[in-house]
């Protein structure tokens, strides 16, 4: 199936499940079951799983717009981390249809784990599924790590692979996001008038919503790179996706506030629900000084030039 045949009725799906009616219950922990009945019966969660496991077997690559479209419909429920933790449960040979799964490491965020029955973690020791139930949440964040519950599912160490597909994750839901924010900006200002004509064409602003398309379209082409030639981002291609990607997100945040005003930060507007996915996105996962810190060290740990590293990187 080609990028557009799958996307199309994945956003179909994501726009009657998820109203800005529906995300403003969401947030006031009035999640209707049925939601999570309809993603599960849909089929995309298994769009990673291999064919013998019972899945779609669709590459990387090919499931990466269905991330964009996550986070253009600023979709607070795990379905990507869900879909990724699939595919690693599924190549461990364990049972992977375990409803709701978030991705998780240390001293980080988990958006949508209030939603969740498990997190997969992964630390020093290796990876663990870890169940949820009892687990406090404050916001749109568990601290799972604080319970040591012993790992079911899957043998310690058997998957290697979260970090960096995580990164990626979160660096689509942090560009799709953004691009549903610049949309929702320049519809604004060329309806919102100020002296006699639309505020869209004041030169400052006009510079602005350049600037931040320049970020958001740098970390589209980070997220696409991370994936291009292989069929699971590598570390230092997933690191720098999310770097570039969190480093977007307050330029973009800080612009269409600027823009909307006081209006932008009310319960009633649209504006701050897609902030907020921003804003989480850019937490979990690792911020921006974990993973330039990651690539640092890569940098200067490989005996190639920056320049091969970098041009391997890209195209092998």
Not at 237 to 256: C, T, W
Not at 273 to 296: C, D, F, K, P, V
């Amino acid at each position: 199936m080609d990028e557009i045949g799958l996307l199309e009725p994945f956003d179909r799906m994501l726009a009657d499940l998820f109203s800005s009616a529906t995300l403003r219950q969401i947030g006031r922990g009035e999640l209707d079951p049925e939601i999570w009945i309809t993603l599960e019966s849909s089929g995309f969660l298994d769009a990673l799983v291999c064919e013998e496991s019972g899945g779609a077997n669709l590459s990387f690559a090919t499931v990466l717009p269905l991330f964009l479209a996550l986070g253009r419909r600023a979709v607070p429920l795990p379905v990507g981390e869900t879909i990724l933790a699939r595919a690693l449960l599924a190549q461990a040979g364990s049972d992977y249809r375990l409803g709701p799964i978030v991705l998780g490491v240390p001293s980080l965020i988990l958006p949508g784990a209030e939603h969740a029955n498990f997190v997969l973690t992964e630390d020093s020791r290796g990876v663990k599924l870890q169940r949820l139930d009892g687990v406090e949440t404050v916001g749109a964040s568990r601290d799972p790590l604080s319970r040591k519950e012993p790992a079911i599912g899957m043998e310690e160490g058997r998957v290697t692979k979260t970090a960096p597909a995580a990164a990626v994750l979160y660096a689509a839901l942090i560009v799709g996001a953004s691009e549903a924010v610049l949309e929702m900006c320049v519809d604004y200002s060329l309806q919102r008038t100020q002296f006699g004509k639309p505020i869209a064409r004041q030169q400052v602003l006009q510079q602005n919503l350049a600037l931040a398309s320049e970020h958001v379209v740098a970390a589209r082409m980070a997220c696409e790179t991370a994936v291009r030639h292989s069929s699971w981002p590598s570390p230092l291609a997933a690191a720098s996706a999310k770097l570039i990607a969190s480093r977007a997100a307050p330029v973009v945040a800080g612009i269409a506030h600027g823009l909307h005003g006081a209006i932008g930060i009310s319960g009633e507007h649209d504006l701050n629900l897609l902030i907020r996915r921003i804003h989480a996105s850019r937490l979990a996962g690792g911020a921006e000084n974990y993973w330039a810190g990651l690539i640092g060290r890569e940098i200067l740990a490989d005996p190639r030039s920056t320049l091969d590293l970098v041009r391997e990187e890209m195209f092998s």
